[in-house]
């Protein structure tokens, strides 16, 4: 499982009237991924008329889409041919277009007057005691007078209005967030200037009817009345328009003309004759018995084989890895896809950064929070989903350093308290950065096998492999440092061996080689410190919080605590999640992965582009 699978190349041969249904079907499988081979075919939709329809096609959706219906279930017509398929389903919206557009037009008519009657509903509602008579607001402008009303959004600022103006302003609601009514009462001229400045504040001017009259109470029972009557109005309009839609098939015709728009945009993928259709890319199918079942299974034709890839093509990979590994895929690409002659580090990933994550932030308490955070925001947020393992890894080195929410006096350290033994800590933290780097070292090698070139890593690479391991030992035995020389001797001679030409300067390059390399890794190794440092400043800060709580007083102790938790589990978790990146990507993927693979990218199905639903208010 550590080698990405390499997809297979693929050709299926379908009846050009199925191409609709297989292309769903593939689509469906998830396994296919298109890709053209030359051919000597005609295009799937040509002409300039397809272009002309599809132009018009999404043309009448900006103007009607809100009052389409949900699409049919694309995908299951046989379509011969897709341009009279297409004209034929823009020919049939028009024709539904054409006797909707009153049905419409009424509908719009309706929202506009059920808008002012909400309008006018929330005024009388907002403080009927201080409303004036409705009747003097629909005489108003008889006389010198006039008298106008507004809505302003919620938050609006204060503004100036011209002089000669009274206001009354009214609150929608008792929150602050509410919108707020005002009645202004003037001459003519100055109203028009407050609308002006109004208007500038996206205040919404409400119309008061001439015959809403008598008292507030029985305004508002009229306005009821009316409300309730242009809705049922409104329900009567969108049945008619409903019953429109059946009468002309248009929710086919949207289906039809959302599949052509899709097949059009994989024509270029697509060779096609007058009766046959040629599919070719690449599919994740271990046979071509397979990639037919699913298309047999809906009474479709297919006849499909595996051939040798065209020359010069890339096939993309695909990383095989158990479920609970797919999460760590990210962060190998963030290099790049691994290519299939190069090691998917997704399964040692997924041991080794919860491992780093834990060291850092070890604390049963703490590792348990994000355990569960982790967990609960794993659907929303998947990348969220590391914290389970991250804080399980946590809890038990939390275990190892005897530490529970900062506190490191309510469970015995199974190994150590780091503060007390810090070089013990930091001489644990390179340890675990050397075998890691060994094992990019073992992955580097298993890639030269799959390449073809085992030979060239002994002759070479080898001799880096041993001359690391004697730097290792050679603070625990001197001696080793002669098999570190003897690593270096290797090396070089190897890149003499295999050279085709002039050995001695091969040598000499190889040597300086190894010195590039040989440092680059005790390099890495002691970078790996960090780990360390970064679990004594985790455990400094552990108990700088406990230290302020219980200076705090009984009263402040357990508040101060809980804060200090809470600033460690942010503050830290985020460097130490971003330190794990960090040395996994330049110091343990260096060592093997290039990312020059190609991701398999499925065919996606069609999607209805329209589902808003007949009528539906805007």
């Known amino acids: 499982m550590l080698r990405p699978r390499a997809c297979h190349w693929f050709e299926l041969l379908a009846a050009r009237s199925d191409l609709a249904p297989v292309l769903e079907a593939l689509a469906g499988t998830g396994a296919v991924e298109l890709q053209a081979q030359e051919r000597s075919a005609t295009p799937l939709v040509a002409g300039s008329q397809a272009a002309r329809d599809i132009a018009r096609f999404d043309e009448l959706a ?45 509908l719009e008519r309706i929202d506009g007057e059920l808008g002012a009657l909400a309008d006018l509903r929330r005024l009388l509602a907002a403080a009927p005691d201080l409303l004036p008579q409705p009747s003097l607001l629909a005489d108003a402008g008889r006389f010198l007078a006039d008298a106008r009303v507004h809505a302003l959004p919620a ?28 009645i202004l009462a003037g001459p003519r001229e100055a109203l028009d200037e407050a609308d ?12 008061w009817p001439a015959d809403l009259r008598g008292s507030v109470a029985e305004a508002t029972r009229e306005v009821a009345s ?7 109005r409104r329900e009567r309009t969108g049945e008619a328009l409903a019953a429109l839609s059946r009468e002309h098939g248009l929710a086919d015709a949207l289906a039809v003309a959302g599949i052509v728009d899709w097949l059009i945009a994989h ?89 780093l994550f834990g060291f850092m932030f070890g604390d049963v308490g703490q590792g348990a929070v994000l355990c569960a955070a982790g967990w609960l925001l794993r659907k929303r947020v998947p990348m969220l989903g590391l914290l389970v393992p991250g804080g399980a890894m946590a809890i038990a080195f939390g275990l190892l350093f005897g530490t529970v929410f900062a506190r490191e006096d309510l469970i015995p350290a199974l190994w150590l308290h780091p503060l007390h033994h810090p070089v013990d800590v930091l001489t644990a933290a390179v340890a675990l950065g050397a075998a890691i780097l060994l094992g990019g070292l073992a992955l580097g090698a298993m890639q030269s096998g799959w390449r073809g070139a085992t030979l060239r890593w002994w002759a070479r690479d080898a001799g880096l492999v041993l001359a690391y391991v004697a730097l290792l030992a050679t603070p625990l035995a001197p001696a080793a440092a002669w098999f570190a020389l003897a690593g270096a001797a290797w090396f070089a001679a190897g ?10 300067a091969a040598f000499l390059a190889g040597l300086a080689h190894f010195v590039e390399q040989a440092l680059q890794l005790l390099v890495n190794t002691v970078s790996f410190a960090r780990v360390g ?79 808003t639903g007949v009528g539906s208010p805007p």
Not at 583 to 609: D, M, N, Q, W
């Open 62 to 106: 900006r103007r009607y889409r809100a009052h389409w219906p949900a699409a049919a279930r694309s995908g299951g017509e046989r379509i011969t041919d897709p341009s009279a398929a297409l004209a034929a389903a823009v020919g049939r919206i028009e024709g539904w277009r054409a006797e909707a557009d009153p049905l419409i037009a009424e």
């Open 155 to 182: 938050g609006a600022p204060a503004i100036a209005l011209p002089d000669g103006i009274a206001t009354l302003s009214l609150a929608a609601g008792r929150a602050e967030d509410e919108e707020r009514f005002l």
């Open 196 to 207: 002006e400045r109004l208007r500038a504040h996206q205040a919404r001017r409400i119309a």
């Open 226 to 232: 009316r409300d309730a009557a242009t809705a049922e």
């Open 267 to 355: 024509g270029p993928e697509l060779s096609a004759s007058e009766r046959l259709v040629w599919v070719t890319g690449w599919t994740t199918a271990d046979d071509p018995s397979d990639l037919c079942a699913t298309l047999q299974a809906k009474d479709l034709r297919c006849v499909a084989h595996f051939p040798d890839p065209p020359a010069g093509v890339e096939p993309p990979s695909v990383l095989a890895n158990p479920g609970w590994a797919r999460a760590f895929e990210a962060f190998a690409r963030m290099v790049g896809q691994p290519g299939r002659d190069e090691a998917d580090p997704s399964l040692v990933v997924a041991l080794i950064a919860p491992v």
């Open 495 to 504: 890149a003499a061996a295999t050279a085709s030409q002039d050995r001695a």
């Open 533 to 611: 440092a970064f679990a004594l400043a985790h455990a400094g800060l552990s108990v700088a919080v406990t230290g302020v709580a219980e200076a705090s007083g009984p009263g402040g102790y357990w508040i101060v605590l809980g804060l200090g938790n809470l600033l460690i589990l942010v503050l830290e978790g985020l460097v130490v999640g971003i330190q794990t990146t960090r040395l996994l990507l330049f110091e343990f993927f260096v060592r093997f992965l290039e990312g020059t693979g190609r991701a398999f990218r499925p065919l996606s199905p069609p999607i209805a582009r329209f589902d």
